[in-house]
C-alpha cells in the first residue's frame, strides 16, 4: 500500500476520541519517531503519528525498551504503535500490552528490509509467507479491540 492510499485510508477516521481529518501522518522510524520526536511532529499538524517499530518479543517481557517506546504521548492524536514479529500468539500478546499501554491503533510491520528482522522471519520477510502474516492478522485482530493497520511493501 502507498503512503498516500494509507493517509487517503487514515484521513476522517475517528478512534476513541480522536479524529484524524488532514491526511498528514508522521510514520513510524526506528531511532528516530521517539516520544519526543513524535510530540514536536504533532504540534507540527501531523494528526497521526507512529511509535517506533517494538519487537514482539521483547514486548511480552515488558524491557525497559518496550515500555519506553510504547509510551502514549500528550494525547493530542490517536496513539499509534508498532508492532513487529512472526508468532501470532506473541504477536497478539504484545498487541494487548500495548492497548493496555494506552495504544489506539495497533501497526503490523509487514514491510522493514533489514537483515536482522528479515533473517527472523519478520517484517518483509512476511511478504513471502502470506499465510504466516494472515495468521498473525487474524490472531492481532481476535486479540485487540483497536483498529488494526499493516505497513508493508507491495513488491
Ligand atoms: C531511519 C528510518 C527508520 C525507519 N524505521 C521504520 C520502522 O521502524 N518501521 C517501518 O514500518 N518503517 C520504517 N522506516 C520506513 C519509513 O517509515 C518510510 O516508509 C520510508 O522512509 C519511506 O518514506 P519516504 O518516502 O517518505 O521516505 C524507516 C525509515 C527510516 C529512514
Known amino acids: 500500500m502507498t503512503a498516500q492510499k494509507i493517509s487517503s485510508t487514515l484521513s476522517g ?3 476513541g476520541p480522536h479524529r484524524i481529518e488532514t491526511p498528514v501522518y508522521l510514520a513510524p522510524m526506528s531511532g528516530v519517531t521517539d516520544l519526543p ?9 501531523a494528526q497521526a503519528v507512529v511509535s517506533e517499530m517494538i519487537a514482539s518479543g521483547e514486548a511480552i517481557r515488558e524491557t525497559r525498551g ?3 517506546r510504547a509510551r502514549a504521548g500528550t494525547g493530542a492524536g490517536p496513539h ?3 508492532l513487529a514479529g512472526h508468532d501470532p500468539a506473541i504477536m497478539a500478546e504484545a498487541a494487548r500490552l500495548c492497548t493496555d ?7 503490523l510491520n509487514f514491510g522493514c528490509p533489514a537483515k536482522k528482522v528479515t533473517r527472523k522471519l519478520c ?3 512476511l511478504m513471502r509467507d502470506l499465510d504466516q502474516a ?3 492478522v487474524e490472531a492481532v485482530v ?3 479491540d483497536a483498529p488494526v493497520t499493516i505497513k508493508m511493501r507491495t513488491g
Open 134 to 136: 494472515l495468521a498473525i
Open 13 to 15: 477516521l475517528s478512534v
Open 66 to 68: 518496550t515500555l519506553k
Open 142 to 144: 481476535a486479540a485487540v
Open 123 to 125: 517484517g518483509s520477510a
Open 37 to 45: 520526536f513524535r510530540t514536536v511532529a504533532q504540534e507540527l499538524g
Open 80 to 82: 499509534i504503535v508498532q
Open 101 to 107: 499501554l494506552g495504544a489506539d491503533i495497533i501497526d
